[in-house]
C-alpha cells in the first residue's frame, strides 16, 4: 500500500497550489480519502476528506471556500486544490485513506509521506 503526496512548494499569500495524492496497492474506489497537515510544532489536523464516490465532501472551517478537494478514481488520485493561500497554512500536507470512508475526520488505515507547503507573506 502506497500514497504518495507531491505538488507542494514555496507561494506567496494569496497564491494557489494543487496538491495531488496517487495511490496503490489497494482497491482505490473503496476508500475514503482525507488531506490532513501539520503545522510546524504542532498536532496534526484535519483539512478535507471525500467519499468513495466523490459525492460527499467536507472541510475544516479555516480552509471551506478557500480549497477543493476532489478525486479522480480512475486514476487512483485525489487532489486539493489550495486558493487564497495565507501564511497560517505553512504545514506539511498529507493525504490518507478511510476504508468505506464518507468524508469522515476519523479512522483513517493508510497514510501517505506528506509534501510540504510554505506560505510568504
Known amino acids: 500500500v502506497q500514497l504518495q503526496a507531491f505538488g507542494g512548494g514555496l507561494v506567496q499569500a494569496r497564491g494557489s497550489l494543487r496538491l495531488s495524492c496517487t495511490a496503490s496497492?489497494?482497491?482505490?474506489?473503496?476508500?475514503?480519502l482525507g488531506w490532513f497537515r501539520q503545522a510546524p510544532e504542532k498536532e496534526r489536523v484535519f483539512v478535507a476528506a471525500?467519499?468513495?464516490?466523490?459525492?460527499?465532501?467536507s472541510y475544516t472551517d479555516s480552509v471551506r471556500g478557500r480549497f477543493a478537494v476532489s478525486r479522480d478514481n480512475s486514476k487512483n488520485t485525489v487532489y486539493l486544490q489550495l486558493n487564497s493561500l495565507k501564511p497560517e497554512d505553512t504545514a506539511r500536507y498529507y493525504c490518507?485513506?478511510?476504508?468505506?470512508?464518507?468524508?469522515?475526520?476519523?479512522?483513517?488505515?493508510?497514510w501517505g509521506q506528506g509534501t510540504l507547503v510554505t506560505v510568504s507573506s
Open positions: 490518507a485513506a478511510d476504508y468505506y470512508g464518507e468524508a469522515g475526520r476519523f479512522g483513517y488505515d493508510y
Open positions: 471525500i467519499s468513495r464516490n466523490g459525492e460527499k465532501t
Open positions: 496497492g489497494f482497491k482505490f474506489s473503496d476508500f475514503g
